[in-house]
């Protein structure tokens, strides 16, 4: 469980931004860049994106740029000649980055290759403002271990973890009956699985309330992106699946809540816009100002909220069975879904197949306990391969239009 740390000074706060590029890094920037005394800049890291990572760079006046893909490097070295700022490239490139002395490292690479630089950055003992879930839900357990071993602090970014850090009763977990993590519920929410079955990459990206980088809209709209953050709750605050529930609740306005034993329910609001959870989490434990829109309840006028539906929407179920399974399942959940996302975007399968995948993958391998981040890193491995199989034999057969 994540664990509240006394109160830091409201002081000037050395930043990394792991995946400084994407929808939550562009986000994170745009805020540092508001207050650029109290928020200098050490790293800046992204997968390969040079043109928008120099420029950064320049911007905040970072000490580094890396990017992770090799062939990348000659290109930000060049694009970055004459500023002073060093130069650097591969994926241990990024995890060193990590271990460079911020204070706060956000960590905002998608997928399974956020878990060596958020290792290093937990490792070393930073405050680190945790938007990559699928490092969570692949070794939730270790990384927990991790973070309180080398005394980190893990902040929630996902809008649903950051409301309810802010209404979880830290000091007495007991009180806690259970979790409710809200969901916008996606693009397909009132859609069948006809229509589904035939989805394009257009729609299923094209998120309602949010905007988000491509994998996790896909992620949202088979509600695989709320089976990874119920996993993620599960470690983030040590409550079990069964008191996590979850609620469609399409304005996206309520971002989660707390139920009490005593019947109280705490919620946290504001409208959808991921600057919030992210200024909570730079700021903290100060508030800072963000340009977000403010909520005005009366324009909002209706809040709804709904069940959600197992038959349209099996990927809960999924992640549900996963986290019950133990060990290596979660692991397999997630790479699997990274691959199938993936082929997905490449329009090499059809919408369905992203959970059909994810099953099947689920089900052809064992779910071994995770003793350390070897097997991690194995079980991840062999869920790849597996996935990738399925994906090539879905490929075989014709795509159309897709
Ligand atoms: N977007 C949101 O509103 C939101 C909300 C809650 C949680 N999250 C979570 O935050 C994480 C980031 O989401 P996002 O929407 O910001 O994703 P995104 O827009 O796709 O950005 C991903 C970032 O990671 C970098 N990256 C990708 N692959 C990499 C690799 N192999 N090695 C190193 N860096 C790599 C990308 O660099 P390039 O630009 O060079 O590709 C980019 O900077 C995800 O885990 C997501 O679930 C996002």
Redesign the pocket.
């Given at each position: 469980m994540v664990v509240k740390a006394e109160a830091a000074p409201d002081a000037p706060r050395s930043v990394t931004i792991?995946?400084?590029?994407?929808?939550?890094?562009t986000q994170t920037v745009d805020l540092v860049s508001r207050d650029p005394e109290r928020f200098p800049v050490e790293a800046l890291?992204?997968?390969?994106?040079v043109t928008?990572?120099a420029q950064q760079a320049r911007q905040l006046n970072a000490r580094m740029a890396v990017?992770?893909d090799p062939a990348a490097y000659a290109e930000l070295k060049d694009l970055l000649s004459g500023s002073g700022i060093e130069v650097a490239a591969g994926?241990d490139a990024?995890a060193a980055a990590a271990e460079r002395p911020a204070d706060w490292v956000m960590a905002?690479?998608?997928?399974a290759?956020?878990l060596e630089?958020t290792l290093a950055a937990v490792r070393r003992g930073a405050i680190v403002a945790f938007?990559?879930?699928?490092v969570l839900v692949c070794a939730g357990a270790l990384m927990m271990e991790e973070v309180k071993t080398h005394g980190a602090t893990l902040l929630p970014?996902?809008?649903e973890h950051s409301a309810i850090y802010q209404v979880f009763d830290f000091e007495r977990t007991d009180s806690v009956a259970r979790l409710i993590l809200t969901a916008s519920g996606g693009p397909f929410r009132t859609r069948d699985r006809g229509f589904m079955a035939a989805a394009t990459r257009e729609q299923a990206v094209a998120h309602p309330t949010?905007?988000?980088?491509?994998?996790?809209s896909v992620?949202s709209a088979t509600m695989m992106?709320k089976g990874?953050e119920l996993i993620e709750a599960h470690f983030l605050f040590g409550i079990p699946e069964d008191r996590i529930d979850v609620l469609v609740h399409p304005q996206s306005v309520v971002h989660s809540l707390v139920e009490y034993v005593d019947g109280s329910v705490l919620a946290q609001l504001g409208t959808p816009d991921?600057r919030t959870p992210i200024a909570y989490s730079l700021g903290w434990p100060a508030r800072i100002a963000t340009p977000a829109e403010r909520l005005d309840l009366v324009k909002a006028a209706t809040l709804t909220f709904e069940a959600p539906d197992p038959v349209r929407f099996p990927a809960l179920r999924l992640a549900r069975a996963a986290l019950q399974s133990g060990g290596g399942a979660p692991t397999i959940l997630s790479a699997a879904n990274e691959v199938a996302v993936q082929a997905f975007l490449d329009r090499r399968i059809g919408f369905l197949d992203i959970e059909r995948i994810v099953e099947e993958t689920l089900a052809a391998l064992p779910h071994r306990p995770l003793r350390d981040l070897a097997a991690v890193r194995e079980a991840d491995a062999d869920a790849r391969r597996e996935a990738a199989g399925r994906v090539t034999a879905i490929g075989a057969t014709a795509v159309g239009s897709r």
């Amino acid at each position: 469980m994540v664990v509240k740390a006394e109160a830091a000074p409201d002081a000037p706060r050395s930043v990394t931004i792991l995946g400084s590029t994407g929808s939550v890094g562009t986000q994170t920037v745009d805020l540092v860049s508001r207050d650029p005394e109290r928020f200098p800049v050490e790293a800046l890291t992204a997968n390969r994106n040079v043109t928008l990572l120099a420029q950064q760079a320049r911007q905040l006046n970072a000490r580094m740029a890396v990017v992770a893909d090799p062939a990348a490097y000659a290109e930000l070295k060049d694009l970055l000649s004459g500023s002073g700022i060093e130069v650097a490239a591969g994926s241990d490139a990024v995890a060193a980055a990590a271990e460079r002395p911020a204070d706060w490292v956000m960590a905002a690479i998608v997928g399974a290759a956020g878990l060596e630089p958020t290792l290093a950055a937990v490792r070393r003992g930073a405050i680190v403002a945790f938007a990559n879930k699928e490092v969570l839900v692949c070794a939730g357990a270790l990384m927990m271990e991790e973070v309180k071993t080398h005394g980190a602090t893990l902040l929630p970014v996902d809008s649903e973890h950051s409301a309810i850090y802010q209404v979880f009763d830290f000091e007495r977990t007991d009180s806690v009956a259970r979790l409710i993590l809200t969901a916008s519920g996606g693009p397909f929410r009132t859609r069948d699985r006809g229509f589904m079955a035939a989805a394009t990459r257009e729609q299923a990206v094209a998120h309602p309330t949010w905007e988000m980088g491509a994998k996790i809209s896909v992620d949202s709209a088979t509600m695989m992106n709320k089976g990874l953050e119920l996993i993620e709750a599960h470690f983030l605050f040590g409550i079990p699946e069964d008191r996590i529930d979850v609620l469609v609740h399409p304005q996206s306005v309520v971002h989660s809540l707390v139920e009490y034993v005593d019947g109280s329910v705490l919620a946290q609001l504001g409208t959808p816009d991921m600057r919030t959870p992210i200024a909570y989490s730079l700021g903290w434990p100060a508030r800072i100002a963000t340009p977000a829109e403010r909520l005005d309840l009366v324009k909002a006028a209706t809040l709804t909220f709904e069940a959600p539906d197992p038959v349209r929407f099996p990927a809960l179920r999924l992640a549900r069975a996963a986290l019950q399974s133990g060990g290596g399942a979660p692991t397999i959940l997630s790479a699997a879904n990274e691959v199938a996302v993936q082929a997905f975007l490449d329009r090499r399968i059809g919408f369905l197949d992203i959970e059909r995948i994810v099953e099947e993958t689920l089900a052809a391998l064992p779910h071994r306990p995770l003793r350390d981040l070897a097997a991690v890193r194995e079980a991840d491995a062999d869920a790849r391969r597996e996935a990738a199989g399925r994906v090539t034999a879905i490929g075989a057969t014709a795509v159309g239009s897709r």
